[in-house]
């Protein structure tokens, strides 16, 4: 992790963090002005209650905060101004929100993430990282469409730099434990009555925390060559065990799964396979054609190993699942769930099974079904 390895790439920079009010951005500041010693750090968002809120909290003279959306070209470009290293965070990230504001959607995270490519290479920005989904991969819903889009226009984006140096990456992850719209909290409030509501009981998802995202990502900034989708190794749990985990005298009641909703979540395509290795803990999807590329180079993957053919990388196929010990341990990491944990009994934070357990395994109450369908 980033204290653990040295990693420093924003000392003595000054940084652009789009999205910078929500769960990832607080975190990222957190850990940026714990372990780095950067010139200035840049909160751009649009939301000035949220900016005010962390002005209460962090308190350094290296940050500044600008109000600002990624859709305004010129208010971005403003902002880039100076500026070395970009981490864009900023999006639509809701499902149901996307789909039903399917224009607003698209200006965010394509268009937005075109201004950020545009203006990032006006200013002469030496390095910007998107943060991207796992919903990006093989997308059913708006939201994950945009955010291949999204993915697309990054990786490609090192193509209009010419003889400029700036370089553009991609990481790509799954869910993040507790942050806004994470069914944790939805789990925890739904606890007192008696009934946990799951779209569907063979759902699997990989989970992550938010400074493990927040390291993952220092880390490839550090790595980073342009062009590369990094990925990394993440734990995979059944829905119904993290219910059970939060709530377990809780009834489950399958609702039948969402539009635009998967069983299973991929992070890495048998397509995006191909150009795949692992490499450090991690796996790095370079570019497909780096031979025309005229950007790529390699020094930084010469040893890494090679995927072999038919590699996916899917929640249901992952070899490492989650312990419940595990799982508490990444709930009660995420500060912005403090208000949460309280709620937690305290046997369910200290007696769960340590050893590394295959999926389903943790004891399940009754699920009732109000779709057709069985449960497995």
């Given at each position: 992790?980033?204290?653990?390895?040295?990693?420093?790439p924003?000392?003595?920079?000054?940084?652009?963090?789009?999205?910078?009010?929500?769960?990832?951005?607080k975190?990222f500041?957190?850990?940026?002005?714990?372990?780095?010693k950067?010139?200035?750090?840049?909160?751009?968002?649009?939301?000035?209650?949220?900016?005010?809120?962390?002005?209460?909290?962090?308190?350094?003279?290296v940050?500044?905060?600008?109000?600002g959306?990624?859709?305004?070209?010129?208010?971005?470009?403003?902002?880039?101004?100076?500026?070395?290293?970009?981490?864009?965070?900023?999006?639509m990230?809701?499902?149901?929100?996307c789909?039903?504001?399917?224009?607003?959607?698209?200006?965010?995270?394509?268009?937005?993430?075109q201004?950020?490519?545009?203006?990032?290479?006006?200013?002469?920005?030496?390095?910007?990282?998107?943060?991207?989904?796992?919903?990006?991969?093989?997308?059913?819903n708006?939201?994950?469409?945009?955010?291949?889009?999204?993915?697309?226009?990054?990786?490609?984006?090192n193509?209009y730099?010419?003889?400029?140096n700036?370089?553009?990456?991609?990481?790509?992850?799954?869910?993040?434990?507790?942050?806004?719209?994470?069914?944790?909290?939805?789990?925890?409030?739904?606890?007192?009555?008696?009934?946990?509501t799951?779209?569907?009981t063979?759902?699997?998802?990989?989970?992550?925390?938010?400074?493990?995202?927040?390291?993952?990502?220092?880390?490839?900034?550090?790595?980073?060559?342009?062009?590369?989708?990094?990925?990394?190794?993440?734990a995979?749990?059944?829905?119904?065990?993290?219910?059970?985990?939060?709530?377990?005298?809780?009834c489950?009641?399958?609702?039948?799964?969402?539009?635009?909703?998967k069983?299973?979540?991929?992070?890495?395509?048998?397509?995006?396979?191909?150009?795949?290795?692992?490499?450090?803990?991690?796996?790095?999807?370079?570019?497909?054609?780096?031979?025309?590329?005229?950007?790529?180079?390699?020094e930084?993957?010469?040893?890494?190993?090679?995927?072999?053919?038919?590699?996916?990388y899917?929640?249901?196929?992952?070899?490492?699942?989650?312990?419940?010990?595990?799982?508490?341990?990444?709930?009660?990491?995420?500060?912005?769930?403090?208000?949460?944990?309280?709620?937690?009994?305290?046997?369910?934070?200290?007696s769960?099974?340590?050893?590394?357990?295959?999926?389903?395994?943790?004891?399940r109450?009754?699920?009732?079904?109000?779709?057709?369908?069985?449960e497995?």
């Amino acid at each position: 992790m980033t204290s653990a390895t040295n990693s420093r790439p924003f000392d003595g920079k000054t940084i652009l963090l789009t999205g910078g009010t929500g769960s990832f951005g607080k975190q990222f500041v957190r850990t940026v002005l714990a372990y780095h010693k950067p010139k200035a750090l840049r909160i751009y968002s649009r939301d000035e209650l949220k900016q005010f809120e962390m002005q209460q909290v962090f308190v350094n003279p290296v940050l500044r905060y600008f109000i600002g959306d990624i859709r305004d070209r010129d208010r971005l470009q403003t902002a880039m101004s100076g500026v070395d290293i970009v981490v864009h965070a900023a999006a639509m990230k809701q499902v149901p929100a996307c789909e039903y504001n399917p224009f607003e959607a698209v200006k965010t995270n394509v268009l937005g993430a075109q201004n950020v490519v545009e203006t990032a290479l006006s200013a002469g920005v030496r390095q910007v990282m998107c943060i991207s989904t796992d919903k990006a991969v093989n997308p059913v819903n708006l939201y994950g469409a945009t955010k291949l889009c999204a993915e697309k226009i990054f990786v490609h984006g090192n193509s209009y730099a010419g003889p400029r140096n700036t370089r553009f990456s991609v990481v790509r992850y799954g869910n993040v434990v507790g942050s806004r719209g994470s069914v944790v909290p939805l789990f925890l409030n739904q606890a007192p009555t008696g009934e946990i509501t799951v779209t569907d009981t063979r759902m699997t998802r990989f989970w992550i925390t938010l400074p493990a995202a927040v390291e993952f990502v220092i880390r490839c900034v550090d790595t980073m060559m342009g062009g590369e989708i990094f990925v990394p190794k993440l734990a995979s749990m059944k829905i119904t065990d993290l219910a059970t985990l939060l709530a377990p005298d809780c009834c489950i009641k399958a609702i039948g799964i969402r539009p635009g909703e998967k069983l299973h979540e991929i992070l890495i395509t048998e397509e995006d396979g191909r150009n795949c290795l692992e490499l450090n803990g991690m796996y790095v999807i370079l570019p497909a054609r780096p031979d025309v590329s005229g950007w790529w180079k390699k020094e930084n993957y010469t040893e890494g190993v090679k995927m072999p053919d038919g590699f996916i990388y899917s929640s249901d196929r992952n070899p490492c699942w989650l312990t419940g010990t595990e799982l508490m341990e990444m709930i009660k990491s995420n500060h912005d769930l403090e208000s949460y944990t309280a709620k937690l009994a305290p046997p369910l934070r200290t007696s769960m099974d340590k050893r590394r357990r295959p999926a389903g395994s943790i004891k399940r109450p009754p699920v009732r079904l109000d779709y057709a369908g069985t449960e497995n």
